[in-house]
């Protein structure tokens, strides 16, 4: 069972244009984080937010936590094709070490 | 030593065979966890190791069992492989005071069964 649900799925955009991924659970979680995956490798941490209502900024990512810590969202400015990948959203429990990961949405930026 | 190492890189089994695959952590992360990622999907959690013990697991058959070992390395082993074992098997560490907030995950390893 994925408890975490990413959306979209797949996208493809042209190099220059903004882009929003979206991570939603109906579980609370006590941090959530978002990796970035390529081909043949192990995921990447990207950041870790741990309170209602945080925004991370990491260059042209912002990262922002739901109030309500079940949902999350990641947005890229002026996407370049070093941004392709595939990003992950991973959700941990408090007294609870494994990491949940979510279905995964795969960013094409072409030049 | 930084970074998390796996080995071997690619591997195909045959349906019914036994495989072994490892895991080297960096020093002081003494809790190791294990995933596998079946193609377009995000990783799955298989169980976490913690000072040499299980100490969690995800909803996986006992075929899949492990084994750490005090110099930071693990193993992952799969008995009776069958067609759908064919993943990425991710290996990830980190320390007791980083929890979850500090995973290391190395390259994994791809398992194709056939």
């Known amino acids: 069972t994925q408890l975490l649900e990413q959306s979209p799925q797949f996208l493809s955009i042209q190099e220059g244009e903004n882009l929003t991924v979206y991570c939603n659970s109906s579980s609370v979680f006590s941090s959530l984080q978002w990796y970035r995956q390529e081909p043949g490798e192990g995921p990447v941490l990207l950041v870790t937010v741990v309170t209602g209502g945080e925004v991370k900024k990491l260059k042209r990512l912002t990262f922002q936590f739901g109030d309500a810590r079940k949902d999350s969202s990641l947005h890229i400015t002026a996407a370049q094709p070093g941004d392709t990948g595939l990003y992950l959203c991973?959700?941990?429990?408090?007294?609870?070490?494994?990491?949940?990961f979510g279905t995964g949405t795969r960013l094409l930026v072409s030049p | 030593e930084t970074g998390v190492t796996q080995s071997p890189t690619h591997l195909i089994k045959t349906r019914g065979q036994q495989v072994t695959l490892r895991c080297s952590s960096q020093s002081g992360h003494n809790t190791v966890s294990w995933y596998q990622q079946a193609l377009g999907q995000g990783p799955q959690f298989i169980f976490q190791?913690?000072?040499?013990?299980?100490?969690g697991r995800g909803n996986f058959p006992p075929r899949f069992s492990g084994l750490q070992f005090p110099n930071y390395s693990s193993e992952l082993n799969v008995n009776a492989l069958e067609l759908d074992d064919s993943a990425l098997y991710l290996c990830a560490s980190t320390t007791p005071e980083s929890g979850s907030y500090g995973y290391t995950f190395g390259s994994g390893t791809r398992l194709t069964v056939v």
């Open positions: 991973a959700g941990a429990k408090t007294g609870f070490q494994k990491l949940v």
């Open positions: 190791y913690y000072r040499e013990e299980e100490n």
